[in-house]
């Protein structure tokens, strides 16, 4: 039932990364572990559904528990079928749901609106999470 696809490399859910401190006026240094935030849409049937950010791990788990507090599934066996695929854009989660739970999803789809947050949900691509700022003079 799940099964990890990578046109690239799955990023790593934590990066290590140089710091710097100031106290009392020391400076030390070292090094500080820090969570990967990456774009991941959720596909279902072949459409796109929602674009979030999400740490690159436990993503399987990450589909199950959206797809049904979503209301999409109401138990984890309605996933017929769940690939992660890591793309040059981030992460899709592609999920083909079981008969029954495919057609009510047809039948409901919506766009799925966060109104706060990073202003990354609602999106529906991965592209749209990717595209480049515009300069400001």
């Keep these: 039932m799940f099964a ?9 859910a934590v990066q290590c990364v ?7 006026g020391l400076e030390t240094t070292g090094e500080r572990i820090l969570a990967e935030e ?3 849409a959720f596909s279902y049937d072949g ?13 399987d788990d990450f589909a199950f528990g959206f797809s049904y507090t979503e209301g999409i599934i109401t ?3 309605e996933i017929a079928e ?5 793309v040059a ?15 009510a999803f047809a039948a409901r789809r919506r766009r799925f609106v966060g109104p706060a947050g990073c202003g990354m949900c609602g999106l529906e691509s991965l592209a749209e999470a990717n595209r480049t700022i515009p300069m400001v003079g």
Excluded: Y
């Excluded at 990890?4 to 790593?12: I, N, R």
């Excluded at 459409?47 to 993503?59: G, K, Q, R, S, W």
């Design 18 to 24: 140089a710091r710097q401190t100031w106290r009392n």
């Design 82 to 86: 769940l690939a992660v695929v890591s």
């Design 75 to 77: 138990t984890p066996a």
């Design 4 to 12: 990890l696809e990578a046109d690239h490399a799955v990023p790593s």
């Design 47 to 59: 459409a796109t559904h929602a674009v979030l950010m999400a740490t690159p791990d436990d993503l």
């Design 38 to 40: 990456v774009p991941v």
């Design 89 to 103: 854009d981030g992460i899709v989660l592609r999920m083909w749901l079981s008969g029954a739970r495919a057609d």
